[in-house]
């Protein structure tokens, strides 16, 4: 398996350094380069006398072509790979380890196959299980190589040489994941003691009011309510149209001091406007819609925030279970023995999957129960309700929209000793 990572920076000169220094932790082993432009042993920094290494001539080669450019410079023109195998993968050799870093250049395009004027880059390795490309991105034409799209010919290239020495394959990649906090994100929700960054917490807001709302007025009534900044952004031709929106929690802050505005786009693919139309327009339409693409912890996060919002709208368990249906879900009750028209406890499922994950309410949670529920209930038709009752708002993950509403599933009447 090899799995690559790329970054950007300012400076190659940094960077060089660290790739031949010891490392935070010391854990750098005779770093030198496999591959590159030219030849490993003609772009090897010398050593000096004193045993340390002479970078110059290397850091002049990889920048000389980042003057011809000039101001047509990217803002970042220093292109940073890390490619790591797995643990359990065999160690690869110099020479594979050159070929992967070869593999990559090419199908990136930053190094087509026969372009001479490609991109000067090197290949560093000092570790058994990974290499670092480095590369300046400057042609040595005087033009500026796109890298739109980099991470996913990144992907590309590593899948091909997994086949290429039998390692162990890795998926391939489908845009449709969410994004993942960046390096500065985690430090940033580490540094103020949050639990998550502020990326994550969002997604799950959005993820879980998109799967909610009926109509788009709706959508964004929830996450207003959630307490979230919301700021559309609108048409330049059509005056009132929305065309897409952001988002940020309200104790975020950037530098600026202004709040840290994320889109739905950076969120998760699937959470942009025009997505979350279809979807809805979809949902609208009675299309079928499944929950079989769903993780388990998922499948429970969707589980638990339909039946608290559910509960909050009941006031009985016949209703209770009535608007679960509503909702599209499957429903399995557990009857009284004593009393076979009384229920006394259900389960849960998402429709769709060829073998339905069943939850009880108490395996969501323990506030989840039926007994609690109608302890709920019977507070507030004494008059206790806004005491007794709390509103939930529930955190599901990515992909939660396939939940299918308004699908009514047919309760099933048979005992359940698990419940």
């Known amino acids: ?19 031949y ?15 590159g432009f030219r030849t490993a042993p003609e772009l090897e920094p010398a050593l000096r006398a004193d ?3 002479d970078f110059r001539r290397l850091e002049g080669l990889l920048t000389q072509p980042l003057a011809l450019l000039g101001e047509r410079n990217y803002r970042k023109p220093v292109w940073h790979l890390s490619v790591c195998a797995a643990p359990e993968d065999p160690i690869l050799s110099d020479r594979q380890w050159a070929e992967v870093a070869g593999e990559v250049m090419a199908r990136t395009g930053l190094v087509p196959d026969g372009d001479e004027e490609g991109v000067r880059w090197v290949a560093v390795r000092h570790a058994e299980d990974h290499i ?17 799209n980099d991470g996913y010919r990144v992907r590309d290239a590593c899948r091909a040489m997994e086949r290429r020495f039998g390692l162990r394959s890795t998926a391939p990649a ?4 969410a ?9 940033k929700a580490e540094r103020l003691g949050r639990a998550e960054p502020a990326r994550s917490a969002l997604r799950r807001h959005v993820v879980t009011e998109a799967a909610w ?16 900044l919301v700021r559309r952004r609108y048409s330049s031709r059509f005056a009132g149209q929305v065309t897409g929106y952001a988002v940020a929690l309200p104790d975020d802050r950037g530098s ?13 693919s699937d959470l942009t406007l025009p997505k979350l139309r279809h979807r809805w327009s979809a949902e609208d339409a009675g299309r079928p819609l499944s929950g079989r693409h769903l993780s388990a912890r998922t499948v429970r996060a969707v589980l638990r925030t339909t039946v608290r919002r559910v509960a909050d709208e009941a006031r009985t368990a016949g209703e209770f279970v009535h608007l679960l249906e509503q909702r599209g879900l499957l429903v399995r009750c557990r009857y009284s023995r004593t009393n076979p028209g009384q229920i006394t406890g259900y389960a849960v499922a998402l429709p769709g999957e060829a073998e339905p994950r069943w939850h009880t309410g108490g395996r969501l949670a323990d506030e989840l129960t039926l007994p609690r529920f109608k302890q709920q209930w019977s507070a507030s038709r004494h008059g206790g309700h806004s005491a007794n009752v709390l509103r939930y708002r529930g955190s599901v993950l990515a992909h939660a929209g396939s939940l299918a509403r308004g699908r009514r599933v047919a309760t099933t009447t048979r005992t359940m000793p698990d419940l």
Not at 132 to 148: E, F, K, M, Q, S
């Open 179 to 187: 994004r993942r906090p960046t390096r500065a994100e985690t430090e």
């Open 51 to 53: 045993g340390g290494r």
């Open 174 to 177: 489908d845009r449709t994941a």
């Open 132 to 148: 670092h490309i480095v590369a300046t991105l400057a042609r040595t034409d005087g033009t500026r190589p796109d890298v739109w």
């Open 256 to 268: 600026s001091g202004g709040p840290v505005w994320f889109g739905g786009g950076k969120l998760a």
């Open 213 to 228: 709302a009926q109509t788009e007025a709706d959508f964004f009534a929830g996450l207003e309510a959630e307490g979230l």
């Open 21 to 35: 220094g010891p490392g935070r932790h010391g854990e750098h082993r005779d770093p030198h380069i496999v591959a």
């Open 1 to 19: 398996m090899l799995i690559g990572k790329v970054l950007r920076s300012v400076r190659v000169q940094g960077l060089i350094r660290y790739l």
